[in-house]
């Protein structure tokens, strides 16, 4: 069964100047156990994204999809009280800058305790009981790769340092056991070697405990090594998704040939020695495929809007694809959401 299914998800916003649409008609399948990036340039929309699927959105968002579906449940057929209940036992999220996401005034331990779901079945005496959650909550740190547990819990956030936090968090997000962990740039502010321990904790996480992991990057290197399929945003759509190897070696649209690019080139460099210009703001889309003014590829078809296409187990919205022999690209039809 899948976890996660979506298809077409629209978020909007009603500003002063009228409703500007942040997300548009994004779709996603995830499967049990999948590690999955999300990847785009800021302000693409992954966050909202996520957001959205932990009913985190405050209700000035407007949030309609065709089908949301997670572990089987309607999300749409619940109310905003319920599914929030329902994802805060099911999923979980981590933010970059981990540090402001803990309590500065509370203990570690304390907030650890807080977060741990009271269990009645712990089989021990009353006054046992708080010895006994004290020992889950080494264990859970010890699992998050902390092996330090009585100063991490005597310590004050500020104490403590990024990579440090992060763990506390993803112990935190894991006290649940929660289905699916989505994980929003949750090393961005975090040196190489951090990274890579913090990146080796969530792959450990989902190996022995089957734990999915949304992954949200602006770099499609980061997704490179550990993810197993990759969605690509632009401005607010999927613009490719489908297995990581295959989308970093042969990809089929020019902006995530852009994405990969930067793998290969300094990573200083950024996007616009890649691409000339910048993402255009929400209030003033191009008509028609929104990479257009910036994509070397354009054409006069692009000021049409590109339509989603599926191909070997991937999909691409884009009228002139790379890599793809025409054939293909004009056999492309609808198919299955990836
Ligand atoms: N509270 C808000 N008010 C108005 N616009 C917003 C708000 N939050 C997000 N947006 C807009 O929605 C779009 C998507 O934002 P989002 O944060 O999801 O992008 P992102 O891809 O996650 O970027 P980043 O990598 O910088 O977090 C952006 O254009 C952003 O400016």
Redesign the pocket.
């Known amino acids: 069964m899948n976890l996660l299914d979506i298809r077409n998800l629209t978020i909007e ?1 009603d ?1 002063p100047k009228g409703r ?1 649409k ?2 548009d008609r994004f779709s996603i399948v995830m499967q049990d156990a999948e590690i999955r990036g999300l990847v ?10 996520g957001r959205a699927i932990m009913g985190l959105l405050p209700d000035k968002w407007h949030v309609k999809a065709d089908r949301f579906f997670f572990g089987g449940e309607d999300l749409q057929q619940m109310s905003a009280e319920e599914r929030r209940l329902f994802m805060g036992q099911e999923g979980a999220m981590i933010f970059q800058q981990p540090s402001t996401y803990l309590d500065p005034s509370a203990k570690i331990g304390e907030q650890l305790l807080e977060a741990l779901p009271l269990q009645p079945s712990f089989g021990f005496a009353f006054w046992k009981r708080h010895t006994a959650r004290h020992e889950k909550i080494a264990g859970i740190l010890h699992k998050a790769g902390i092996r330090d547990h009585k100063r991490v819990m005597n310590a004050y956030a500020h104490e403590l340092s990024e990579g440090l936090c992060q763990k506390i968090m993803i112990a935190m997000a894991i006290a649940n056991e929660p289905r699916l962990l989505i994980a ?2 949750p090393t961005s502010t975090m040196e190489a070697i951090t990274k890579i321990q913090i990146y080796k904790l969530l792959a450990k996480m989902n190996q022995l405990r089957k734990i999915s992991v949304l992954h ?1 990057s ?1 770099e499609l290197e980061t997704a490179a090594n550990w993810t197993d399929r990759v969605t690509v ?1 632009y401005c ?1 759509q999927v613009v490719e998704a489908g297995p990581t190897q295959q989308i970093i070696k042969q990809p089929f649209h020019p902006y995530t040939y852009a994405l990969a690019s930067m793998i290969k080139k300094d990573p200083e460099m950024g996007m616009l020695n890649v691409l000339p210009g910048t993402m255009p ?2 209030q003033h889309l191009p008509t028609g495929c929104r990479l257009g003014p910036r994509c070397p590829r354009a054409h006069k078809a692009c000021i049409e809007t590109p339509r989603t296409r599926y191909v070997r187990h991937r999909n691409y919205r884009c009228h002139t694809p790379l890599n793809l022999e025409e054939k293909h690209a004009n056999a492309a039809a609808s198919g299955q959401t990836h």
Do not use: Q
């Open positions: 916003l500003t500007i942040a997300v785009g340039e800021s302000g693409s929309g992954k966050s909202l994204v929003d740039e949200i602006n945003m607010g703001t929400l």
